[in-house]
């Protein structure tokens, strides 16, 4: 999903999702999220929400950073916030260049209503996944908020400053 004005995609693997402009439940379950993310005003809120469904502990994402050209988040310090909904699931991290003696991988839940951010250059020396668990019954719903800073060369919203 995008702001109004934006048309960019967004590719996840080989997927390429059509993008939607934000619905007004979206926009209602952002007032209630981004003020607890330090973003009270509308004027600073992520202008795309990525959503995944987890059916059950079958489904994950492998190591991966959000490296999208459209986010930059390899380049700049960018911000990524998402908000878990559902069944409780690992959320891991590892660097991808370890100190020596550093642990090797990071891992914290995220369970029904909470909220996870990732910041500063993060997508550049870290990876993150949602591994599979076997045991775990149930759906998940993330929903990850991210800053569209380069938009396609063919997004309307490239020719309007506010973006
Ligand atoms: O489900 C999550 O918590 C993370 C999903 C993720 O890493 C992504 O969509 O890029
Ligand atoms: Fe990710």
Redesign the pocket.
Known sequence: MVAQGCACTYKYGRIEVEPQVYPPWMLQLMSQIMPLCGLPDQSTWPNSC?L?LYEDGGMS?GW?S?DEKVFQGKFNDIAIL?L?LGVKRK?ELRANWPEEGERPVRMIH?GDGDICTMEGMVQKHYQ?R?PKEGNVQGPRI?L?WRWVVLHNPQCPAKRMRRY
């Open positions: 990525n995944n994402v991966h959000d998402s878990s959320f995220l993150h949602v993330n990850t």
